[in-house]
């Protein structure tokens, strides 16, 4: 059974850091992609940042230059790295992973942003 659990979210002050962490308990090689979106409380889920088994990324324009995903073939991990982080960034995070037509999501951590 494919599971997707996110990791690394917490409360930082705003221009501060975080690492989250997607960890899969499959190879990540047999996702065609993996990317992160997130929710704020009474908003939609939104696209972040998205890094194909090529390795191509993808952000959304509100996070590109301040946020960066990588992965770690060896450990079947995923990773997004924010730095710079505004009180804007505040919601749970969620990290999906696709494969052949199926989507694999985790259950999500917690990221606050303090001003």
């Known amino acids: 059974q494919v599971q997707v659990v996110e990791s690394g979210g917490g409360l930082v002050q705003a221009g501060g850091s975080l690492r989250l962490s997607c960890a899969a308990s499959v190879s990540i090689f047999r996702f065609e992609a993996v990317d992160w979106s997130r929710q704020a409380p009474g908003k939609q889920r939104d696209f972040i940042a998205s890094?194909?088994?090529?390795?191509?990324?993808n952000y959304a324009d509100s996070v590109k230059d301040r946020f960066t995903i990588s992965r770690d073939n060896a450990k079947n991990m995923v990773y997004l790295r924010m730095n710079n982080l505004k009180p804007d960034d505040t919601a749970l995070y969620y990290c999906?992973?696709?494969?052949?037509?199926?989507?694999?999501w985790g259950q999500g951590t917690q990221v606050t942003v303090s001003s």
């Open positions: 999906r992973a696709r494969s052949s037509g199926r989507d694999y």
């Open positions: 890094i194909s088994r090529g390795n191509i990324t």
